[in-house]
């Protein structure tokens, strides 16, 4: 890697560390099926997100509430307090497309059709009201 790369990495992971976060790689459902959920929650506090994603029919909600926990977590371990009601906001949250595997189904008169089973990376930034309007 050369020093320009590696200046830029360093520089990357340092803006990191002050942010708080959690990722969900490789969860096996197609993007735009997490992409709904994931527009439910986008901007809320996070107790009415946790409660919003509890209630929802989606199965996907599931998974994002587990990952929200965990970031919710990851900001109380960095800051050594618990969060206290009305302080966290989910400030950003993507779904990037992940792997798809391949498979063929047998079809009529020795055809195949192809199966494209998807799958998901989401990413969860929280953080307080002050830290958003920066």
């Known amino acids: ?4 790369k590696r200046l830029a990495a360093e520089a990357r992971k340092a803006a990191l560390k002050t942010q ?5 790689n490789d969860c096996p459902s197609s993007p735009r099926k997490m992409r709904y959920v994931v527009d439910l929650v986008r901007g809320m506090e996070v107790n009415r997100a946790l409660g919003t ?3 929802s029919k989606k199965a996907a909600s599931n998974d994002v ?3 929200l926990r965990s970031a919710i977590a990851n900001w109380e371990a ?3 307090r618990k969060a206290e009601e009305g302080e966290l906001f989910i400030t950003k949250i993507f779904v990037d497309g992940g792997a798809t595997l391949k498979r063929m189904r047998p079809a009529p008169q020795g055809r195949g059709y192809r199966i494209r089973k998807r799958s998901n990376h989401v990413t969860v930034f ?3 009201k002050e830290e958003t309007n920066d």
């Open 78 to 80: 960095k800051n050594n």
């Open 20 to 24: 708080y976060f959690a990722k969900l």
């Open 65 to 67: 509430e587990k990952l």
């Open 126 to 128: 929280v953080g307080t």
């Open 1 to 4: 890697m050369g020093a320009r």
């Open 53 to 55: 994603l509890r209630f």
